[in-house]
């Protein structure tokens, strides 16, 4: 497996090794100990959560205020571009960002610890997201950014993505830092 470091602190591209021939491909998409030892992973994931979506579907940016969620992700039908975010005020990175593709074709994973914002976009006809989180996704605790926050400046592969009512309210990261002051 191949393990590479991006410029927030803790995110990691995971591109596992995959064993492939005329009948198809084999690869080991999780195992504790490999990922502990190569990749510094040491959480326990509590949670699996998959989710299908159309060509244009953009997802995020979420995350959990008080239980924040690290997460093991990949995708195993599709594309897509996948961001994290450093939401940490006092981080040397907060607001910068992070984007990869992940995909069926080149198996890569993401791991994003606990503390950042998560989002994707669908970039194929649909996708099928993966994703191990390590602790309880509670509704309650859910907070977000806007997908489009100029102060963030992602740049996304789609201009007018297809939103939920939810992810069309969240704020920008100035609102959002200012409400976390109060």
Known sequence: MKVIDTALPGVRIIEPQVFGDARG???????????????????????DNV?????????GLHFQRTRPQGK??????GAVFDVAVDIDPQSATFG????????????????????YAHGFCVTSDTAIFQYKCTDYYDPADEGGLAWNC?????????????????????????????????
């Open 25 to 47: 491909f084999f690869l080991e998409s999780f195992s504790a100990r490999r990922y502990r030892e190569a990749a510094g992973i040491e959480s326990d994931f509590v949670q």
């Open 51 to 59: 989710s299908r979506s159309a060509h244009g579907v953009l997802r």
């Open 72 to 77: 093991l992700i990949q995708v195993v039908e």
């Open 96 to 115: 910068q960002h992070v984007a990869v593709e992940l995909s069926a074709d080149n198996h890569r994973q993401i791991w994003i610890p606990p503390g």
């Open 150 to 182: 100029p102060e963030l400046a992602i740049p996304w592969p789609i201009q007018a993505p297809i939103l939920s009512d939810k992810d069309r309210r969240h704020p920008g990261l100035r609102e959002w830092t200012r409400a976390q002051a109060r």
